[in-house]
């Protein structure tokens, strides 16, 4: 089974800064990695497919990038509302997997 | 408006089965591959279980493959989890999730339910 790891684990920045979190699969999967933002209580959300497109409707401060092994999702600007833990999951092979998620909140 | 109401959760003892259900509406819904992913307590996401858009082809996790099925019935929008020999580490909050695409298992997943809470303890 593809392994995905996530750092860090959980980060505490202000409102405005650059946030980076990066996902690392096991093996080569290309492109095929999703992300999702998951807020307590609520339906996961849809960030970012094939690694770097961004979903409709999304903001454009978040962006991904990456092929191969390593992936990166970064929020330009961090807002109160981004609070939430983010999720790696690569689609390259079954079983489809999830990374363990970044806790992201604000200072 | 898409969405995805999950029903069927509960507390059920080891050992014993459970379906729980996904109704869908907004969207056509023979026209997408559906999964289902859970989130035990205090745990990440695991994806559990996808189906093709015609039910052509389906895919589980190695932690519940043989005692999972999926299905679905395209003439009633509706997407299934049958689970039989739930263990205590079945216990989760399980959300049905629409693929993106209907071809394809690899779950690109951009709608999501609220989720229902399946407890299996003695």
């Known amino acids: 089974d593809i392994q995905m790891t996530q750092s860090p684990s959980s980060l505490s920045a202000s409102v405005g800064d650059r946030v980076t979190i990066t996902c690392q699969a096991s093996?080569?999967?290309?492109?095929?990695v999703n992300w999702y933002q998951h807020k307590p209580g609520k339906a996961p959300k849809f960030l970012i497919y094939d690694a770097s497109k961004l979903e409709t409707g999304v903001p454009s401060r978040f962006s991904g990038s990456g092929s191969g092994t390593d992936f990166t999702l970064t929020i330009s600007s961090l807002q109160p509302e981004d609070v939430a833990t983010y999720y790696c999951?690569?689609?390259?092979?079954?079983?489809?997997?999830f990374g363990p998620g970044t806790s992201v909140d604000i200072k | 408006e898409v969405q995805l109401v999950e029903s069927g959760g509960g507390l059920v003892q080891p050992g014993r089965s459970l379906r729980l259900s996904c109704a869908a509406s907004?969207?056509?819904?023979?026209?997408?591959?559906m999964h289902w992913v859970r989130q035990a307590p205090g745990k990440g996401l695991e994806w559990v279980s996808g189906i093709r858009s015609n039910s052509g082809n389906t895919g589980y996790a190695d932690s519940v493959k043989g005692r999972f099925t999926i299905s679905r019935d395209n003439t009633k929008n509706t997407l299934y989890l049958q689970m039989h020999s739930l263990r205590g580490d079945d216990t989760a909050l399980y959300y049905c999730?629409?693929?993106?695409?209907?071809?394809?298992?690899?779950?690109?997943?951009?709608?999501w339910g609220q989720g229902t809470l399946v407890t299996v303890s003695s």
């Open positions: 999951q690569q689609y390259d092979d079954l079983p489809f997997t």
């Open positions: 907004g969207f056509t819904f023979g026209d997408y591959a």
């Open positions: 093996q080569v999967i290309s492109k095929y």
């Open positions: 999730a629409k693929d993106m695409g209907s071809t394809s298992l690899a779950p690109s997943l951009d709608f």
